[in-house]
């Protein structure tokens, strides 16, 4: 997953676990696209500061992803729901019967996992 993309979901999905000015500042970067400079001198701070302080939330999001893995999970049954759509959209009449074990095996794994 691309830097940007992995930084929005560990926010989604972890961001309230930081304090007020971690998830001020991350998400200025990460949701305002907002630059060090900038939010350097909007939060008073040096831009070195705002450097350190992102670099210390993409480990502690990350820490909690190793931990939780939430974001793993999402992204899988989102690719499993987007399958078993293509199946409903696109089966061969021919396969009706196999169309629909392969979608209730999926939706069964999907189960499981929750």
């Known amino acids: 997953m691309e ?3 992995r930084r929005v979901f560990l926010y989604d999905f972890y961001g309230e676990l930081l ?3 971690q998830k001020e500042v991350y ?3 990460v949701l305002n696209d907002m630059s060090l400079s900038e939010i350097a001198e909007e939060q008073g701070i040096s831009r070195q500061g705002v450097h350190d302080l ?5 480990r502690i999001l990350s820490g909690y992803e190793e931990k939780l893995h939430l974001v793993e999970r ?3 049954t989102k690719e499993d729901v987007r399958l ?5 959209r696109h089966h061969d009449p021919d396969h009706t019967e196999e169309t629909l074990k392969e979608i209730y095996r999926i939706s069964g794994q999907i189960l499981e996992e929750l």
Do not use: A, N
């Open 3 to 5: 830097q940007i993309g």
């Open 27 to 29: 998400g200025d970067v």
């Open 54 to 58: 992102i670099r210390r939330c993409d």
């Open 74 to 76: 999402f992204l899988k």
């Open 84 to 88: 078993i759509r293509e199946l409903s």
């Open 19 to 21: 304090t007020d000015h």
